[in-house]
């Protein structure tokens, strides 16, 4: 199980967006789908699920957050037929970012947002298959535009299991914006691929909770130690969530969160659910307290 799950918010569609996307890809199933009650958003579908293998999970809590291009998924085909298959799929009620074509980078590429504002990027990956079908990618935009080598580096400092792999600058004149260093730069965190690039172009948006990662910890000391790391915007600090210096979300949970949230009786979710809601950086052993009835 990987320890860094993306996860997707969504105003009321969640289940319906990962049932369209497990039509895509192969070796992809539902793992649960339960309903929490009681939250700010009202009663809120969480689901699980893998794409090509690959941990997810979506939420339906209300139109709060929106996706934009600051986090895509990279989705490495092995042949121009599967770029084309997944275009059309996507295509259905979605927005085109960059033209499917020939790029510099790739023999076939295309870059689209699909009917949910999901971003996509779609690659034929000659000489067979990375290890990782589905890759987030991180677009450092706005105020964090030209700070994808400061992040990169620190991310992989922060956790275990990581790595710089490759890096690479845009030519002189490629980049609109004069903050726009580094076009591609992949990395792996906790053994888990991400690619991350400078916007080269001036826009408005950036990172929001929308699009977060979710880190999975086994215990408190683990919790805290990124919660201290990573935490930069106190107001932004609730239920597992927190925002980085360069506005990117996380959620920093116990691993056996999902357990206690989908295994549960009825009563011992809403006590769990109760606990949290109140809490900013979780206390495991108040949660366990929680599901226990001990409280």
């Given at each position: 199980?990987?320890?860094?799950?993306?996860?997707?918010?969504?105003?009321k569609?969640?289940?319906?967006?990962?049932?369209f996307?497990?039509?895509?890809?192969e070796?992809?199933?539902v793992?649960?789908?339960?309903?929490?009650s009681?939250?700010?958003?009202?009663d809120?579908e969480?689901?699980?699920?893998e794409l090509?293998?690959?941990s997810?999970?979506?939420?339906?809590?209300?139109?709060?957050?929106k996706?934009n291009?600051?986090?895509?998924?990279?989705?490495?085909?092995?042949?121009v037929?599967e770029?084309?298959?997944l275009w059309?799929s996507?295509?259905?009620?979605?927005?085109?970012?960059?033209?499917l074509?020939?790029?510099?980078f790739?023999?076939?590429?295309?870059?689209?947002?699909?009917?949910?504002?999901?971003?996509?990027?779609?690659?034929?990956?000659e000489?067979?298959?990375?290890s990782?079908?589905?890759?987030?990618?991180?677009?450092?935009?706005?105020?964090?535009?030209?700070?994808?080598?400061?992040?990169?580096?620190?991310?992989?400092?922060?956790?275990?299991?990581?790595d710089i792999h490759f890096?690479?600058?845009y030519?002189?004149?490629?980049?609109?914006?004069?903050?726009?260093?580094?076009?591609y730069v992949?990395?792996?965190?906790?053994?888990?691929?991400?690619?991350?690039m400078?916007?080269g172009?001036?826009?408005?948006?950036g990172?929001?909770?929308?699009?977060?990662?979710m880190?999975?910890c086994?215990d408190?000391a683990?919790?805290d130690?990124?919660?201290?790391?990573?935490?930069?915007?106190?107001?932004?600090?609730?239920c597992g969530?927190?925002?980085?210096?360069?506005?990117?979300?996380w959620?920093?949970?116990?691993?056996?969160?999902n357990?206690?949230?989908?295994?549960g009786?009825?009563?011992e979710?809403?006590r769990v659910?109760?606990?949290?809601?109140k809490?900013?950086k979780f206390?495991?052993?108040a949660?366990?307290?929680?599901?226990?009835g001990d409280?």
């Amino acid at each position: 199980m990987r320890k860094i799950v993306p996860h997707l918010w969504y105003d009321k569609e969640a289940k319906e967006a990962a049932l369209f996307y497990l039509t895509m890809f192969e070796d992809s199933r539902v793992i649960h789908v339960n309903t929490i009650s009681g939250t700010p958003s009202g009663d809120s579908e969480i689901v699980s699920f893998e794409l090509a293998g690959q941990s997810f999970m979506a939420i339906s809590a209300g139109p709060y957050f929106k996706f934009n291009p600051a986090i895509s998924l990279m989705v490495a085909c092995d042949s121009v037929e599967e770029v084309d298959a997944l275009w059309k799929s996507l295509a259905e009620g979605g927005s085109v970012l960059m033209a499917l074509g020939e790029y510099p980078f790739s023999k076939w590429y295309g870059w689209i947002q699909d009917r949910y504002g999901l971003s996509w990027q779609l690659m034929l990956v000659e000489g067979g298959m990375t290890s990782q079908k589905i890759t987030p990618n991180l677009l450092f935009s706005g105020d964090a535009c030209g700070r994808t080598e400061e992040a990169v580096k620190y991310y992989t400092n922060i956790f275990p299991n990581s790595d710089i792999h490759f890096f690479s600058k845009y030519g002189e004149g490629e980049a609109k914006s004069s903050k726009a260093i580094f076009n591609y730069v992949a990395f792996k965190l906790l053994g888990m691929e991400f690619s991350a690039m400078d916007n080269g172009y001036d826009v408005e948006f950036g990172f929001n909770e929308a699009f977060s990662l979710m880190v999975q910890c086994e215990d408190q000391a683990e919790i805290d130690d990124y919660w201290e790391k990573l935490s930069a915007v106190p107001e932004a600090e609730q239920c597992g969530w927190l925002k980085d210096r360069f506005g990117l979300s996380w959620q920093i949970v116990p691993a056996n969160m999902n357990e206690m949230m989908t295994k549960g009786s009825k009563e011992e979710v809403q006590r769990v659910t109760d606990a949290f809601l109140k809490m900013k950086k979780f206390d495991i052993e108040a949660l366990k307290r929680a599901y226990n009835g001990d409280v």
